[in-house]
């Protein structure tokens, strides 16, 4: 199967004719109803260079399938001709007003958001919209003879190809700035903001990429499905739709060129987005899915292969806050206390991390829950840490590295996890993030052992690592593996890079190898080795996973069923066979190809 392709690919339905022509791009029927099976409006597509019916392929990250007319989302507002402003200071006062109006509606929406992932994305762009910087910026162009919208649009833009400079998670912010600016704009022009389509009726959603506060405020009554060009696994879009529990693909070329109110069938988990299908086919892929989710829904307990074969499944979480009711999970597999820190201009207190901690504890009693100790650095900057700007975020001074130049912020939130574990009664599995070598691990096995924590491990998100899993378990209780840091530095592709998504696939062969063989020192030494990386909610990945030696998966809330009910209609036998075909394949479309075709 090729890769990633702008266009329909060769040999399909849609080879010929449709691509670089005007044509209508008519699907079957017009549908006036309102339900998703019929839609309302005409399946008409116009424009040159649009295409109604071929293959895109993208990368899946939010797992499912549905079908609906597509429609796009709109694109920024055009500025006004330029001209020399003679009241420099309306102009000011509007630009400011602008962006402290925004800082305020997004600041709103994070304390209204629901999911605890869109609250923190949201907090974020909130701060960046009030940056000290960013006005100052707006103020200069002013200065220099802008008008308010031009001076938004400047400052924004040189903001945003900073933040592109510094790369690692500074670069996924510059996306947020796009977000910004035509908020901003808007406002100076009394435009209503650029936002989500709204057709009368439930469909696809595709744009170029999507900001979080669109993206968080999507109604799953309407939206089916999301399907952008740009983004990747890890891309705001990825998570707050797998929180949303939306069929979704990135990173997918040419899809900005489906014409409007085309049919299309979207699966979350292959990375497929077919056009043109027509309406009988989409209804059917509708009865498709409702009957997945009818029998994803009827799953519960613990996870088990068809042949009873266990495999743990937990839940990824960043605060009390993120356990929700119902999610029927065996415990938690990465409980990310970074939350905690974010944003702080002091490190949270003794007794402020031993409350958030046993809040946690006390929800599983007698349950299993993996606490990741800080995961901070320069990538994912934290105020009180006070590092240096560094040349290369990704490959400096971040998770267990901290401890190196600051030694006592790790001192303290073991002692914290410890007392909380003393007065909640609970025996935590603690795990330290980007343990790169053997000296590493006995060094944190060393500090939390003195305190009385008895299950330690690390996470594996460094080839290093994973080649030494062997040596590692001999100094640890357990391994977690942390796919997207590790297919990022397996492959050298920052994991925010949209242009590199494909290599971030969690299906490469290459990554699952690393997996495999972090699985089999497992085995070999009797202790645990899991998945916490958003691969593990892939339905379709998760039985291969099992088949490599992976012994738990942890993921978001929505994924659980699906996986739950992927892995009880395999054996354990035909897990392996999966997994073998996932190995032997030469890329990740190939594997993903192989598994589907054995379903």
């Given at each position: 199967m090729p890769e990633p392709v702008a266009g329909p690919v060769p040999g399909s339905a849609s080879e010929s004719g449709s691509e670089s022509g005007t044509g209508s791009g008519t699907g079957t029927g017009t549908g006036t109803g309102t339900s998703p099976e019929t839609g309302t409006g005409s399946a008409s597509g116009t424009g040159t260079g649009r295409f109604a019916s071929g293959t895109l392929r993208g990368l899946g990250v939010g797992p499912g399938r549905t079908a609906g007319r597509v429609f796009r989302m709109a694109g920024p507002l055009p500025l006004p001709d330029p001209v020399r402003e003679a009241d420099p200071d309306r102009e000011l006062g509007e630009a400011l007003r602008a962006l402290e109006a925004v800082s305020a509606e997004l600041a709103a929406r994070a304390s209204a958001a629901s999911d605890p992932a869109a609250s923190a994305i949201l907090e974020a762009q909130s701060f960046i919209a009030a940056d000290p910087g960013l006005l100052e910026s707006v103020q200069e162009?002013?200065?220099?003879?802008?008008?308010?919208?031009?001076?938004?649009?400047?400052?924004?833009?040189?903001?945003?190809?900073?933040?592109?400079?510094?790369?690692?998670?500074?670069?996924?912010?510059?996306?947020?700035?796009?977000?910004?600016?035509?908020?901003?704009?808007?406002?100076?022009?009394g435009l209503p903001v650029p936002g989500v389509p709204d057709p009368g009726h439930p469909f696809v959603l595709v744009a170029e990429d999507l900001s979080p506060a669109d993206t968080a405020g999507l109604d799953t009554r309407t939206v089916l499905a999301l399907v952008t060009e740009k983004g990747g696994p890890t891309s705001h879009t990825a998570i707050l739709a797998r929180a949303?529990?939306?069929?979704?693909?990135?990173?997918?070329?040419?899809?900005?060129?489906?014409?409007?109110?085309?049919?299309?069938?979207?699966?979350?988990?292959?990375?497929?987005?077919?056009?043109?299908?027509?309406?009988?086919?989409?209804?059917?892929?509708?009865?498709?899915?409702?009957?997945?989710?009818?029998?994803?829904?009827?799953?519960?307990?613990?996870?088990?292969?068809?042949?009873?074969?266990?495999?743990?499944?937990?839940?990824?979480?960043?605060?009390?806050?993120?356990?929700?009711?119902?999610?029927?999970?065996?415990?938690?597999?990465?409980?990310?206390?970074?939350?905690?820190?974010?944003?702080?201009?002091?490190?949270?207190?003794?007794?402020?991390?031993?409350?958030?901690?046993?809040?946690?504890?006390?929800?599983?009693?007698?349950?299993?829950?993996?606490?990741?100790?800080?995961?901070?650095?320069?990538?994912?900057?934290?105020?009180?840490?006070?590092?240096?700007?560094?040349?290369?975020?990704?490959?400096?001074?971040?998770?267990?590295?901290?401890?190196r130049g600051r030694p006592g912020v790790l001192d303290t939130q073991l002692d914290a996890i410890a007392e909380a574990a003393r007065v909640s009664g609970a025996q935590p599995w603690v795990m330290a993030p980007m343990v790169s070598t053997v000296a590493e691990?006995?060094?944190?096995?060393?500090?939390?052992?003195?305190?009385?924590?008895?299950?330690?491990?690390?996470?594996?998100?460094?080839?290093?690592?994973?080649?030494?899993?062997?040596?590692?378990?001999?100094?640890?209780?357990?391994?977690?593996?942390?796919?997207?840091?590790?297919?990022?530095?397996?492959?050298?592709?920052?994991?925010?890079?949209?242009g590199l998504a494909d290599l971030l696939d969690p299906w490469q062969p290459g990554l699952l190898a690393l997996i495999a063989g972090c699985a089999r020192a497992g085995l070999a030494a009797g202790k645990p080795v899991g998945v916490c990386g958003e691969a593990a909610a892939d339905p379709l990945l998760a039985p291969v996973l099992a088949g490599l030696g992976v012994t738990s998966l942890s993921m978001s809330a929505p994924g659980l069923a699906p996986v739950r009910d992927a892995l009880a209609r395999r054996t354990l036998q035909r897990c392996r066979e999966d997994a073998r075909l996932a190995l032997d394949a030469d890329g990740p479309e190939r594997a993903r190809e192989a598994v589907a075709a054995d379903r």
């Open positions: 162009n002013v200065a220099a003879g802008m008008g308010a919208a031009h001076a938004l649009d400047a400052a924004c833009a040189g903001h945003r190809e900073a933040l592109l400079a510094a790369g690692g998670l500074f670069a996924e912010r510059a996306a947020d700035l796009d977000d910004i600016r035509n908020r901003a704009v808007a406002a100076v022009l949303l529990g939306l069929p979704a693909v990135v990173a997918c070329p040419g899809a900005m060129r489906v014409g409007e109110g085309t049919w299309a069938a979207v699966d979350g988990t292959t990375g497929e987005v077919r056009t043109g299908i027509g309406e009988e086919e989409a209804a059917g892929i509708l009865r498709l899915a409702a009957a997945d989710r009818l029998r994803q829904a009827a799953s519960s307990g613990p996870g088990r292969t068809a042949d009873g074969h266990p495999v743990e499944l937990l839940l990824n979480i960043g605060s009390a806050a993120d356990l929700a009711p119902g999610a029927d999970a065996e415990g938690v597999g990465l409980f990310r206390t970074e939350f905690l820190f974010l944003d702080r201009r002091e490190e949270p207190g003794f007794d402020e991390q031993v409350a958030a901690y046993e809040a946690v504890f006390r929800a599983f009693p007698g349950g299993k829950v993996v606490v990741r100790t800080l995961d901070a650095g320069s990538d994912k900057p934290l105020p009180f840490l006070g590092a240096a700007p560094e040349p290369n975020p990704a490959l400096g001074v971040r998770g267990l590295r901290v401890a691990a006995d060094d944190f096995a060393a500090r939390a052992r003195a305190r009385g924590i008895t299950r330690v491990g690390a996470m594996i998100e460094v080839p290093a690592a994973a080649l030494r899993a062997d040596r590692l378990l001999e100094r640890l209780d357990f391994l977690s593996i942390g796919t997207n840091d590790l297919s990022q530095y397996a492959f050298a592709a920052d994991r925010q890079h949209g």
